[in-house]
């Protein structure tokens, strides 16, 4: 399964509501979070201050949907990459399936990878728990796949929890160095970050 | 050598001018650099606007200081871990070290490599390249240790480039969750990281 281009709409989204959170996230990248006003937002979109606060009550609110809902399809990528494996039981091919679809959606999704990874900090207290509470979930997908392949042997690395931050980070910061039209294109990334990955875990 | 807790004093910088640079890392950190302005800063010194214009004649003259310094600081640290193997012909003996003093910093250098990380986009032009240029000498030991290392034979990895990549971006996110009293100290996971990165460029 290829990682969507663009954030998966909402049902309960409009259009017009989709144009906001899209210039909303060019501004905070452009300028961060406590750099843009929704003066800025409205500017950027063309539109009144009235039609961004009649989508969105506030500038938190927008980077609450931001950071939701880019954390909620990532975490979707995976159980689909999950489903689709023929063996669920083989954790190499679990883990190079988690991997190859992880890259492929930061090759994607890099501006909301990097407004993920750069506005925590001003995420309200109740979005930030929601938003780590995604990203355990993510985790947990490849901590259970290093957990299962150790078990059985697959695996002979002997620190699966730094094993684990260090294949997810390497792997968030393609979105940082990726530029369409490289020297590789996505899907060999994805190839070429799998089979790092499973080297590093010593996989048999 | 382990890597410096605090960014080198430069012989030119004064005390005052090193609590400026602090003040400013913190605000830049807390609210970004466009969402930080001169008297933000000034009130968190504690001290008038003017005092801060005096040590420095811009924002942008503040963050080209944290960001030029702290890369330089990482590239001194990177160059002394060469100069100390005692053999320095052994590729994987120098890309571990390597990859010791690369995490070791980040653990101690959190919030400017937060800030490097997520404010390159508010850099001036001539400052960016700068920074741009440094941080290409940085990447160079690592690429140069692979490559080496490949001509020997020592590593057999296909996708030096991935690798190379693969290696300083997961050692470079080791700064956004280490947190002192972790599970690990800076020394165990700086261990694990070259043991990992070894693994993965499937070392001899």
Redesign the interface.
């Known amino acids: 399964m290829n990682a969507p281009a663009k954030p998966t709409p909402r049902a309960e989204g409009s259009a017009s509501q989709e144009a906001v959170l899209l210039v909303a996230l060019k501004c905070f990248?452009?300028?961060?979070?406590?750099?843009?006003s929704m003066r800025d937002i409205a500017g950027a979109a063309g539109s009144s201050i009235a039609a961004i606060y009649y989508h969105f009550p506030s500038k938190a609110a927008l980077l609450r949907a931001i950071m939701t809902r880019v954390t909620e399809d990532l975490l979707a990528v995976l159980q689909q990459a999950k489903r689709d494996l023929p063996r669920k039981d083989d954790a190499a091919s679990l883990l190079a399936a988690l991997v190859r679809a992880y890259v492929r959606f930061h090759t994607e999704r890099r501006e909301e990878a990097?407004v993920g990874?750069?506005e925590l900090?001003s995420l309200e207290a109740d979005d930030l728990a929601h938003v780590i509470g995604l990203r355990d979930k993510v985790s947990a997908q490849f901590n259970d796949a290093i957990a299962t392949g150790l078990k059985r042997g697959v695996f002979t690395?002997?620190?699966p929890?730094?094993?684990g931050?260090?294949?997810m980070?390497?792997c968030?910061?393609?979105a940082?160095?990726y530029r369409p039209g490289g020297?590789?294109t996505p899907e060999q990334?994805a190839d070429?970050?799998a089979?790092?990955a499973l080297?590093?875990?010593?996989a048999k």
Do not use: D, K
């Open positions: 990248v452009e300028q961060g979070f406590h750099g843009t990097f990874n750069s900090r690395c002997e620190h929890r730094e094993a931050l260090a294949v980070t390497m968030t910061a393609v940082n160095w020297p590789a990334i070429r970050y089979g790092l080297s590093m875990l010593r």
